[in-house]
């Protein structure tokens, strides 16, 4: 059975660039969550979607993040232009039905910002 | 909106000792509590969790106990391993997506 796939698993860019990580859920789940993971922040929800619609992004920091997911088997979480303090490792995590439900989590994608 | 805190942030234990890990939560309409463990270079994985209907499930060597009127809960690993070393986290869910605690780093001394 398939869990939650995540790429790349690690990512190192300079300060600047563009930067995609990719997620894939457990076919079948509905609910898609983004989070971003610090040794001072913690676990940080960033956005969530439902049936492939964004419910809450008011965990995005900036306007230079931004998430899509075009069908409900993919997802891309995106940030343009990156800064060292975007370093972290990003989680997609998927669940169904989504309310007082288990969220299965991906390896993550370790990004460093050069 | 929801706040967790949990504690100790860090704890050492020796191989075969008892754990308990606590947090406590704002929202009285919280009722749904999970706990992960996460392991070095991986994602957080679900070990247990509880709904606000019991006061206490158990899986094993591991228990978590909720009381809704102090808005506590804790879990408890008996018997450690060395395998069970890792961060662990809590987490509440109510009308909100699930809010995390910052975690325990778990270490059990062989």
């Known amino acids: 059975d398939a869990g939650v796939i995540q790429s790349p698993r690690h990512e190192v860019t300079e300060m600047g660039q563009e930067v995609t990580l990719r997620c894939k859920p457990i076919?079948?789940?509905?609910?898609l969550f983004w989070y971003r993971q610090t040794m001072m922040r913690g676990l940080e929800l960033l956005i969530y979607?439902?049936?492939?619609?964004?419910?809450?992004d008011s965990g995005m920091p900036e306007d230079r993040f931004s998430a899509k997911m075009p069908n409900a088997s993919f997802s891309t979480l995106k940030i343009q232009p990156s800064e060292p303090r975007d370093s972290a490792v990003y989680f997609c995590a998927s669940t169904y039905r989504g309310s007082n439900q288990p969220q299965h989590f991906g390896d993550g994608t370790r990004l460093s910002i050069l | 909106g929801e706040n967790v805190e949990q504690h100790p942030s860090t704890l050492s234990v020796q191989e075969g000792d008892s754990a308990v890990i606590k947090c406590t939560y704002s929202?009285?309409?919280?009722?749904?509590f999970p706990w992960y463990k996460q392991e070095l270079g991986k994602g957080p994985q679900l070990i247990i969790d509880?709904?606000?209907?019991?006061g206490e499930k158990k899986d094993q060597r591991i228990a978590v106990t909720l009381n809704k009127t102090a808005k506590h809960f804790s879990l408890h690993i008996t018997e450690t391993q060395p395998e069970d070393s890792a961060v662990y986290f809590c987490?509440?869910?109510?009308?909100?997506?699930?809010?995390f605690g910052k975690g325990t780093r778990l270490s059990v001394i062989a």
């Open positions: 979607f439902n049936n492939n619609v964004p419910i809450d």
């Open positions: 076919s079948g789940h509905d609910y």
């Open positions: 929202d009285s309409a919280s009722n749904y």
């Open positions: 987490a509440a869910q109510g009308n909100t997506p699930l809010v």
């Open positions: 509880i709904r606000s209907n019991v």
